[in-house]
Structures are given as structure tokens and as C-alpha cells.
């Protein structure tokens, strides 16, 4: 897993993000709702997403990417997300 700094507001769900828009085209725009990151608060970051591998070192399920705070690492054993197994 990668990390990059995210922006300081991030819209939607604070794990995955949202831009608010519906799947329909016809439907009208949701309200985009942004949360700012305290001054305080460590920066949010952007996770490239969780890989599991098997013993030959061949990905075998990837998750999509997702919003974080902080650099520091967090074992994740059970990723939330949609996946792709390989």
C-alpha cells in the first residue's frame, strides 16, 4: 500500500468520497457535502488500496482504493471495500 496527501475537504463518505452526483444522469445532483480536516487533526491521506498475495508472491485480491488520516501504518485485515480477486 501507498499513501499521498488527500485534500484538506473531503466530500461524502469518509472512507471512499462521494462527489454527490447520481448513477442516473436524469436524476437531480445531490447536495455535495464536504468535511474539513481540523487543524489539529492528522492529514488526510489517499491509500492506494490493500493487495493479498499467495505464497508465490502473485496478487490474488486487490481492493480499490481509499481516504485515510495519517501516514503512520495500520494492518488491516479485513479491508473494507469492493475487491477483485484475481
Known amino acids: 500500500m501507498y499513501s499521498a496527501q488527500a485534500e484538506d475537504v473531503i466530500f461524502g463518505n469518509q ?3 462521494d462527489s454527490g452526483l447520481p448513477s442516473n444522469q436524469g436524476d437531480p445532483n445531490q447536495p455535495a457535502v464536504g468535511t474539513q480536516r481540523g487543524s ?7 491509500v492506494s488500496g490493500h493487495k493479498r498475495y499467495n505464497n508465490k508472491g502473485e496478487v490474488v485480491e486487490q481492493y480499490e482504493p481509499y481516504f485515510s488520516a495519517g501516514f503512520d501504518y495500520e494492518p488491516d ?3 473494507a471495500g469492493v475487491n477483485v480477486k484475481m
Open 40 to 46: 489539529g487533526d492528522p492529514l488526510n491521506v489517499v
Open 15 to 17: 472512507t471512499f468520497g
Open 77 to 79: 485485515d479485513n479491508p
